[in-house]
Structure formats: structure tokens, C-alpha cells
């Protein structure tokens, strides 16, 4: 339906779905870009593969989100270029092929727990749009979980 036909009712309710989809996109390209940078400072072994692996979910996501804002006519919104920068240079300043995967695990766990808890306070904050956009946001919360789970066995090495 053309925006121009709409209820001022559905016109709100597509700008909540708008919204919600251009968070998301942006917490999934935080959390890809960051394994990615990730990825590029370690050597090869069982963790790069399970982070490669977290890299893939994180992209399926994004693109998944990516094609629902396409169909309403809008543009992800991008990570700020300060954000990344940021994270780059933490990541630059603590990981390198020499870090124990446990420290790097513990990283991951710990920036994607953050990740986590903002997609919960966006699904809680967004409780009124369309189940299947909000199916979206549980969609990214699981890939966020399964992230956590598989790092975990990282822990004790």
C-alpha cells in the first residue's frame, strides 16, 4: 500500500516498523563488523571458524532486514563512523594471534550480552509493530544467543 493512501494509523505504525528495522540493521552491522575486525586479528583454528561462522548469521540478518526496508522504500542506517572507529581500536589494542581464544571469547561474550540486552529493550520497546517484523528482532536475538553459547566452549581452553 503507497503511504499517500494510508490511515494516519498505518502511517505511524509503518514509521514504528521503519524504525525498528533501521535499529536492528544497525545492531547487526555493529555486531558483524566487530567479529569481522575480530576475525582479522586472529590466526587460524577452531575460534576463527566459529567466528567466521557468527559472521555469516550476522550478514543473513542484516541482508534479511535489509530486503524489509527495501520493500517499504527506505535505507538501513549505518553504524556511525566514530562507533566503529572505536570498537576497531579496542579490538586493535587487544587481540592479535597471540591472545588466548578464552580472552577473545570472553570479548565476544561480552559485547554481544550487551547486544542482546538492546535487542530485548527494542522488542520491549517496539511491542506494538507487525509480528512479522518484531519476528525479525527474536530472529537476531537468537543468532545473538547461539553467538554467546558457541564462544562459551572457548572459556576453558
Excluded at 47 to 62: G, M, N, Q, T
Excluded at 115 to 140: A, H, P, V, W
Amino acid at each position: 500500500m503507497e503511504k499517500q493512501n494510508m490511515t494516519e494509523e498505518q502511517k505511524v505504525a509503518m514509521d514504528r516498523e521503519i524504525e525498528f528495522l533501521k535499529q536492528l540493521h544497525q545492531a547487526a552491522q555493529m555486531g558483524r563488523d566487530t567479529l569481522e575486525h575480530v576475525n582479522n586479528n586472529i590466526g587460524p583454528g577452531e575460534l576463527r571458524k566459529a567466528v567466521e561462522k557468527d559472521i555469516f548469521d550476522y550478514s543473513d540478518v542484516c541482508a534479511e532486514i535489509t530486503r524489509k526496508l527495501d520493500q517499504r522504500d527506505c535505507e538501513p542506517k549505518s553504524v556511525g563512523k566514530f562507533s566503529k572507529m572505536m570498537a576497531s581500536m579496542m579490538i586493535d589494542m587487544k587481540v592479535n594471534e597471540d591472545t588466548p581464544d578464552s580472552e577473545i571469547a570472553k570479548m565476544i561474550i561480552d559485547g554481544t550480552t550487551k547486544g542482546i540486552t538492546e535487542c530485548t529493550s527494542k522488542l520491549s520497546d517496539f511491542n506494538d509493530i507487525d509480528s512479522d517484523i518484531k519476528n525479525l528482532g527474536y530472529r537476531f536475538l537468537y543468532v545473538q544467543q547461539k553467538n554467546v553459547d558457541e564462544m562459551r566452549r572457548f572459556l576453558h581452553n
